[in-house]
């Protein structure tokens, strides 16, 4: 003869089965949350002239990859990509993902890209300093950061004009001296492929690099990696994504006085 169940028999099952409402209603929130997200970015982006790019360009991915690869086993994927199209240059907002860790890492979320014709640049990475502090450490970091971790990929191959190829280097920087240049020196730090250090020396003038200069100001702070036909600002600092249009385009136009700077 069967001996009803206890309490605890009757309240374990409804204690799971809340458990998986629960987790499902949460699951369904942050699917919500994240499509109401990319359709509010959707519509800025539109707002400032970008159209999405679908499925994301292959040959946007190869530039944004040579440009933030640190080591050779690095793998990216583009989530998102939206282009802007002007005469002389294509702008581009994009979320780039690392996926060679278990743990992806995004990157470019604070970043614009310009590709330009016009553009034929060493291997450079140019950053605004930050006196005192966190952040001269966070200088100091980088200068470790960049040779140490750098890749060892394959000489760079020189880009003749109408050549698909791209550049490539093995990115191994070294910082570039700017004695000659004392107040430009004081405010920007500049690292270079070490074999472009000749092409950097002779292509970054007095003037391009005081045109950059505003990359050490504390609204604008501010990075450049760049090289052949590919420029990437990126915001170091206001941690958060571009929230607003006004937020997004400041950097829109920071990245055309980028490339203003190094055309």
Excluded at 69 to 76: E, G, I, L, V
Excluded at 182 to 210: C, G
Aim: proline residues 6%; neutral net charge; contains cysteine.
């Amino acid at each position: 003869m069967d001996t009803p169940g206890t309490a605890a028999d009757i309240l374990t099952p409804m204690l799971i089965l809340l458990v998986i409402i629960a987790f499902a209603g949460l699951l369904a929130l942050a699917f919500w949350l994240e499509k109401s997200r990319r359709e509010d970015r959707k519509r800025l982006l539109d707002r400032l002239g970008f159209e999405e790019v679908l499925p994301p360009s292959s040959a946007f991915l190869q530039r944004a990859g040579q440009l933030y690869r640190r080591r050779p086993q690095q793998k990216f994927e583009l989530q998102a990509l939206f282009e802007k199209r002007t005469p002389r240059a294509v702008y581009y907002y994009f979320s780039l993902v690392e996926t060679s860790q278990n743990d992806k890492s995004w990157l470019g979320s604070k970043a614009i890209g310009v590709v330009s014709p016009d553009l034929n640049l060493p291997r450079l990475h140019i950053a605004g300093r930050s006196p005192g502090g966190m952040g001269e450490a966070v200088e100091q970091f980088a200068q470790w950061a960049l040779p140490q971790n750098a890749a060892r990929a394959p000489d760079r191959v020189s880009k003749r004009p109408g050549s698909s190829a791209q550049p490539r280097w093995k990115n191994r920087f070294v910082v570039m001296d700017l004695a000659a240049f004392p107040e430009i020196n004081s405010r920007l730090k500049v690292m270079v492929d070490e074999d472009d250090q000749v092409a950097a020396r002779n292509y970054l003038t007095r003037e391009r690099l005081e045109r950059l200069a505003w990359l050490a100001s504390a609204r604008d702070q501010g990075k450049i990696e760049c090289g052949g036909d590919c420029i990437i600002l990126e915001r170091t600092v206001n941690a958060d994504n571009p929230a607003t249009e006004e937020d997004l385009q400041a950097l829109l136009d920071d990245a055309g006085k980028a490339w203003t700077a190094l055309v």
